[in-house]
């Protein structure tokens, strides 16, 4: 059987983004055709490739496998027909993310489309729930309509709440003045987010009605938002995988940091799982909660969902049809290369595996020497560099993401000090004592 795994990307490529994977992308992918000789693997990726191919900056490093590099210009229709021209028997959508839209799911949707309409069998979210996904309002809609717990929210159209006042036969934007009403009489604190925007990049923490008037207000308000009773609590992720013909495995939920803001950084956040105690966290709860948002938005393939624990409920913050910034992590904990859980979750050949605890915590950007030695520690199972170097400011220049796995907490509280007095220079003391202070309320 010829399986195509394909990726799209609708932003230009500017050959200044390098990502360092020890062990490499590439490596994964021939590990996979070595085990699965049964198969004939090819890629078909617009550049960069994210998640499927190495890059060093212009320079995309293609495994030894069938590979195809496509144009950022080229269209869904033109990248459906450069998979067609393999003569595929199966076609895995691995839909990453981007600034400022997340919205590569439902290029990949579309292109899924023309595939099956050619008669390629794929694995890939339908259009109607990357689109009901890519909207955070419609999100909380459907998932309100299925009995799902979600934050008590108000709407801000952006059009509206800034002009809808501006005709000269209107004296009052009523619409304005109606929803200010509504925010006003929320419960403090809120967060605004961008209905269609990228995780939590651009979101606001308003502590009172004045400040989120104030936002709302201000130039940064340029779209439509959504205002949201901010969930205190305890903050998850977990991803679903398979589909509704042949079933959904859930494994147990990743728990996230949080920033001074209560809220999940990507760049920063340290996760630690899986989260094992069922009766702690309702954990029987949150899989049928889980399994019931698989088949209501009929997934297929993998897809993330960022969770609050709060008074012993569960509370969904966000759904993510796509591969997400805990898939390294998950795999990891599963013993599999990025290129094996692509495999298994859309083969559905995943379900027995058994997991290890794994801790994601983050580095500043590292020479390749000191990527090599953090790589030679048992205990560091992969290690994840990105490198913007065509940023302006620091903070947007990268990151650098270790995953360590042990067979249980305790060991993995010893990997980390062992870590973290073997390289007293790389690692951010901050990091260590958030990650010391998680594993000790799970031991």
């Known amino acids: 059987m010829k399986i195509v795994f394909y990726s799209s990307n609708a932003n230009r490529f500017d050959g200044k983004l390098t990502t360092t994977h020890l062990p490499a992308l590439s490596q994964g992918w021939q590990s996979l055709a070595k085990k699965h000789k049964e198969h004939q693997f090819a890629i078909v990726a617009q550049k960069p490739g994210a998640f499927l191919l190495d890059t060093d900056g212009e320079n995309i490093i293609a495994p030894e496998i069938e590979t195809h590099i496509l144009s950022e210009e080229l269209s869904a229709r033109e990248v459906a027909e450069a998979i067609l021209a393999q003569k595929p028997d199966i076609a895995i959508a691995a839909s990453a993310w981007g600034a400022p839209f997340d919205w590569l799911s439902l290029q990949d949707a579309e292109?899924?489309?023309?595939?099956?309409?050619?008669g390629v069998k794929t694995v890939c979210h339908n259009m109607k729930s990357a689109l009901d996904c890519f909207d955070k309002r419609a999100t909380n809609l459907r998932l309100s309509a299925l009995g799902v717990n979600v934050a008590e929210s108000?709407?801000?159209?952006?059009?509206?709440?800034?002009?809808?006042?501006?005709?000269?036969?209107?004296?009052?934007?009523?619409?304005?003045?109606?929803?200010?009403?509504?925010?006003?009489?929320?419960?403090?604190?809120?967060?605004?987010?961008?209905t269609t925007g990228l995780s939590s990049y651009g979101m606001e923490v308003c502590k009172d009605f004045e400040s989120a008037k104030v936002f709302l207000h201000s130039k940064r308000n340029n779209s439509d938002r959504i205002v949201e009773e901010y969930i205190a609590g305890e903050q998850f992720g977990i991803e679903i995988y398979g589909s509704a013909d042949k079933g959904y495995t859930v494994f147990p939920p990743f728990k996230f940091s949080v920033n001074a803001y209560g809220i999940t950084s990507p760049k920063q956040s340290i996760k630690i799982g899986p989260i094992t105690d069922f009766e702690r966290y309702r954990l029987e709860d949150l899989f049928e909660m889980m399994e019931k948002i698989a088949?209501?938005?009929?997934?297929?393939?993998?897809?993330?969902?960022?969770?609050?624990?709060?008074?012993?409920?569960?509370?969904?913050?966000?759904?993510?049809?796509?591969?997400?910034?805990?898939?390294?992590?998950?795999?990891?904990?599963?013993?599999?290369?990025?290129?094996?859980?692509?495999?298994?979750?859309?083969?559905?050949?995943?379900?027995?595996?058994?997991?290890?605890?794994?801790?994601?915590?983050?580095?500043?950007?590292?020479?390749?020497?000191?990527?090599?030695?953090?790589k030679a520690k048992p205990y560091v199972?992969?290690?994840?560099?990105?490198?913007?170097?065509?940023?302006?400011?620091?903070?947007?220049?990268?990151?650098?993401?270790?995953?360590?796995?042990?067979?249980?907490?305790?060991?993995?509280?010893?990997?980390?000090?062992?870590?973290?007095?073997?390289?007293?220079?790389?690692?951010?003391?901050?990091?260590?004592?958030?990650?010391?202070?998680?594993?000790?309320?799970?031991?």
């Open 381 to 443: 199972f992969h290690i994840a560099q990105t490198e913007n170097r065509g940023a302006k400011q620091e903070r947007e220049k990268g990151y650098c993401e270790v995953i360590l796995t042990a067979s249980d907490f305790p060991a993995l509280s010893e990997a980390l000090e062992d870590l973290a007095s073997s390289f007293p220079l790389l690692i951010e003391r901050a990091f260590v004592e958030t990650a010391r202070e998680m594993l000790k309320d799970l031991l």
């Open 154 to 194: 108000v709407f801000v159209n952006h059009a509206l709440f800034v002009s809808g006042g501006n005709r000269k036969e209107l004296c009052r934007n009523v619409y304005r003045d109606a929803v200010l009403s509504e925010i006003k009489a929320m419960n403090y604190p809120v967060v605004i987010k961008d």
């Open 295 to 374: 088949r209501e938005f009929n997934f297929e393939g993998i897809a993330q969902v960022d969770l609050v624990f709060s008074n012993k409920k569960w509370y969904v913050i966000e759904i993510n049809p796509r591969l997400s910034g805990m898939s390294l992590t998950y795999a990891a904990s599963l013993g599999f290369s990025l290129a094996e859980l692509l495999y298994s979750a859309a083969l559905c050949d995943i379900a027995s595996t058994k997991q290890k605890k794994a801790l994601n915590i983050k580095f500043p950007l590292l020479s390749n020497e000191n990527l090599l030695a953090l």
């Open 111 to 118: 292109i899924g489309r023309i595939l099956r309409s050619n």
